[in-house]
């Protein structure tokens, strides 16, 4: 037998007492080569969507790229890489600070001393923002996520005891916007 000691058999139940379940996704990479423009842009901005959902939830993914994202067969992008994530209040967002001189700002070697923790926001777009559309539509939606700020004021907001709301589908479907019209019939008493 497998599993034994996950699997109690009964007369007329059998109890799964731990258990894993895969979604099936396309690698988001893969799904962003075989797109049309305007799936492109829906998707690139749900990647954004789904960093800050994380980060409001306290959780830096580590390695954004694109191969660490799915998409679902409903079309939801979803991150499942989770080998290297931290608490988003155990990172330390810094910007890269200036060159001493020129030289050592084209050389292959950093300038600047960088600790285990340490993260450069700033470098997100060399990695992941090649293709000129992907660009173009993550920095119309999400460009503050290349901010170290960004990332600085989600951990104040974390450490301060804040809440945030996030939904896993999109602000349309929301039901104050779906029956937004008989939520004011309501409202005003109407039946």
């Known amino acids: ?3 034994t000691s996950s699997i109690e058999e009964g007369p007329d139940t059998l109890v799964i007492k731990h258990l894993y379940i895969e979604r099936r996704m396309k690698p988001l990479n893969l799904y962003l080569m075989n797109s049309d423009t ?26 954004m790229l694109f191969k660490n994202f799915g998409v679902t067969r409903y079309g939801r992008v979803i991150f499942y890489d989770y080998d290297e994530i931290e608490y988003m209040t155990d990172c330390h967002f810094r910007r890269i600070p200036p060159a001493p001189n020129p030289e050592m700002e084209l ?3 950093v300038w600047y001393p960088v600790a285990r923790n340490d993260v450069f926001p700033e470098e997100f777009g060399t990695f992941l923002l090649g293709d000129p559309l992907v ?14 700020g960004f990332w600085q004021h989600k951990q104040q907001r974390i450490r301060d005891g804040y809440i945030e709301d996030f939904y896993p589908y999109p602000v349309e479907l929301r039901f104050c916007h779906r029956y937004a019209a008989r939520l004011r019939r309501q409202d005003a008493g109407a039946p």
Do not use: C, T
């Open 135 to 148: 660009r173009r539509v993550f920095l119309q939606y999400h460009r503050e996520l290349l901010d170290a």
């Open 107 to 109: 050389s292959g070697e």
């Open 38 to 63: 305007a799936e492109k842009e829906r998707v690139v901005r749900e990647y954004g969507d789904a960093i800050r959902d994380l980060a409001a939830a306290n959780i830096f993914p580590g390695d």
């Open 1 to 3: 037998r497998l599993a």
